[in-house]
C-alpha cells in the first residue's frame, strides 16, 4: 500500500487495536460544523485581507501583499483540515485550522478505506460506511484548480510522513492528468526570473509541504513575489493557518456554537486557558492547566484560546481531524493520544459510522 | 449517543451524555445549505473565492442518504499511479540552489501539521 510512516520513531502511528463507531447522525453533525467553520472562515480570511490585519496574525508587512494578492487572485486551495474536539454532545469545536501544511492524509484517504474494507467484524464491510470522500475529492480537486499541465511537488528531505503525504498527493494528481515531477526544497532553483526545476524546466505551479512562514523567511523567499510560480497551498492560507486567526474568528463571530473563545491576551476568555504559539505545530510549547511542553516555539506570540479538555475516550484523548477539500467536507480522520496534547507521535485510529 | 470507540475484541460503550446526535444536527444548517449560503455572502462581497465555492455548493448539494461518504473502493483507482513518475535529475548548471529548506533541516520531524 506503501504505508512507509505506520511507525514512528520506533512506535506504532497507525493503530487499529481500536476504532471509533459513529451513527449517521453524528457523522452529519461533523459534515455540518466542518462546512459552517469553513464558511465563517473564508469571511474572516475576507475580512482581514480587506483590513490588512496582517499585524495582529503575525504575518510581516513583507509578506503581506504576496499573502493578499493570492486572495485577490482568487488562487484556490486545494486542502485543509480542522482539528475538532466533540464527545458526540453539544456541538464540535474548533481547535485550530491546519491550513497550510496538514498531514495525516493518505492514512485518512487510503488507508482507512482498506481496513474497513477487510474488517472482519462478523457484520461485513458492506454493513458500514465510512466518511471519506477524500481520494475521490482529492482527484476531482485538481481539475479544478485551473493549473498548468505539469504541477511540480516538493517537501524537505528526509521525513517519510512528509514524502508519503506528498507522494499520495502526486498520485491524485496524476489521476486527474497531470505530470507530477517531485523535487526536495533545498533542490529548487532560481535563474535570476523563474524558479527552475533540476531540468532547468520553469516551475509553473508548485504543491509544497513547507510552511508558508518558512518560506518567505528563507534565502529564496524574496523571489516569491518575482515569480510566476503558482504555489498550492497559495499565500494567503497564511491567514488560516495562523493560530491568531482564532481569536479573529471569535471576534467576528462571538458566541458561535462551533468555536472556543479566544484573544491575543490572556484572561479574556473567563475561564481555564491554553496558549498556543501562532506558527506553532504538532503540540509544541502548549502551555494549560496541567500542561507545559517544549518545542523550538517559544519566542513566538500566543494566542489564549478557552480550554476545553479533549474527551476520553478507552483512555485515549481523540481529535477529530476534519478534511476540507476544494471547499467542502470530504471526510475525517481520527489521532489520539495518551495525553490531552496532540503531537506528531499520536496515533491514528480508523472509524466507520452505520 | 456519542461515538464509540470500539475495541475489537471488546466494545467500549462511551460515556457521551446521552444526548440524541440526530437532534443535535437538525439544529445546525445542513452541509448543502451551509456551502449555498457561503456562495451568496461570497458574491454579495465580490470575494475573489465565490467562484470556488459557488462550484463547491453545486456540486455538493446532491447528496442523499450516506452515499456521499462511500470512498470509491469501486472506482479502482486507487493503486499506485506513480510508475515511471519519479523524481528526476538533469544538469543544474544555470540555476542557483540551495535557497529553500533551511528552516526545515532544523526540524527533524515533519513539516507539517
Known amino acids: ?49 480587506a483590513h490588512d490585519l496582517n499585524g495582529p496574525l503575525g504575518i510581516p508587512d513583507g509578506a503581506w501583499p504576496i499573502v493578499k494578492r493570492s486572495w485577490q487572485r482568487a488562487e484556490p486551495s486545494l486542502y485543509g483540515r480542522l482539528d475538532l474536539r466533540w464527545d458526540g454532545t453539544g ?89 507530477a515531477p517531485f523535487l526536495t526544497m533545498e533542490e529548487i532553483g532560481w535563474n535570476g526570473a523563474i524558479f527552475t526545476d533540476l531540468e532547468e524546466r520553469p516551475i509553473e505551479a508548485m504543491f509544497k509541504l513547507y510552511p508558508w512562514d518558512w518560506l518567505l523567511r528563507e534565502d529564496f523567499g524574496a523571489n516569491i513575489a518575482k515569480a510566476r510560480t503558482r504555489w498550492i497551498e497559495p499565500a494567503w492560507r497564511l491567514i488560516p493557518a495562523s493560530k491568531a486567526f482564532l ?16 484573544h491575543l491576551e490572556p484572561g479574556l476568555t473567563g475561564g481555564p486557558e491554553i496558549a498556543k504559539p501562532i506558527w506553532g505545530r504538532e503540540g509544541s510549547n502548549i502551555s494549560a492547566p496541567g500542561i507545559e511542553t517544549d518545542g523550538p516555539y517559544a519566542d513566538q506570540p500566543r494566542v489564549w484560546q478557552a480550554y ?40 491514528f485510529v480508523p472509524h466507520l459510522f452505520d | 449517543m456519542g461515538p464509540m470507540r470500539m475495541a475489537h475484541t ?8 446521552g444526548v440524541m446526535l440526530g437532534g443535535a444536527a437538525m439544529m445546525m444548517p445542513s452541509p448543502g445549505a ?42 479502482g483507482s486507487r493503486g499506485p499511479a506513480l510508475a515511471g513518475a519519479a523524481g528526476f535529475r538533469g544538469d543544474p548548471s544555470a540555476s542557483s540552489r540551495g535557497g529553500f529548506g533551511g528552516i526545515g533541516r532544523a526540524f527533524s520531524s515533519s513539516s507539517g501539521g
Open chain 1, 1 to 49: 500500500m506503501g504505508f512507509a510512516f505506520a511507525d514512528i520513531a520506533g512506535e506504532p502511528y497507525w493503530d487499529e487495536s481500536a476504532y471509533y463507531r459513529f451513527t449517521e447522525g453524528e457523522i452529519d453533525a461533523l459534515e455540518a460544523a466542518t462546512a459552517e467553520v469553513e464558511r465563517i472562515s473564508r469571511a474572516a480570511v475576507a475580512h482581514a485581507v
Open chain 1, 91 to 179: 456541538e464540535p469545536k474548533l481547535l485550530e485550522y491546519n491550513a497550510d501544511t496538514p498531514t495525516a492524509l493518505f492514512e485518512a484517504a487510503v488507508v482507512q478505506w482498506e481496513w474497513l474494507q477487510c474488517l472482519d467484524d462478523g457484520r461485513g464491510p458492506e454493513q458500514h460506511d465510512q466518511f471519506n470522500g477524500l481520494h475521490e475529492a482529492l482527484i476531482g480537486a485538481w481539475g479544478r484548480l485551473g493549473l498548468p499541465p505539469t504541477v511540480h511537488f516538493c517537501c524537505a528531505a528526509g521525513s517519510a510522513e512528509d514524502r508519503g503525504t506528498v507522494d499520495y498527493l502526486r498520485d491524485t494528481a496524476i489521476q486527474a492528468g497531470h505530470e
Open chain 1, 247 to 262: 481569536s479573529l474568528l471569535w471576534h467576528l463571530f462571538p458566541d458561535h456554537p462551533n468555536l472556543l473563545a479566544a
Open chain 1, 308 to 347: 476545553a479538555e479533549l474527551p476520553r475516550f478507552g483512555g485515549r484523548y481523540p481529535v477529530i481531524g476534519s478534511w476540507i477539500i476544494d471547499g467542502a467536507p470530504a471526510g475525517i480522520g481520527i489521532r489520539e493520544d495518551a495525553t490531552p496534547v496532540t503531537r506528531d507521535t499520536s496515533r
Open chain 2, 10 to 17: 471488546i466494545t467500549l460503550v462511551l460515556l457521551g451524555g
Open chain 2, 34 to 75: 451551509a456551502r449555498q449560503r457561503e456562495c451568496q455572502e461570497a458574491r454579495a462581497q465580490a470575494r475573489p473565492d465565490a467562484d470556488q465555492i459557488c462550484a463547491s455548493a453545486r456540486s455538493s448539494s446532491t447528496r442523499t442518504g450516506g452515499s456521499m461518504f462511500y470512498a470509491g473502493g469501486g472506482t
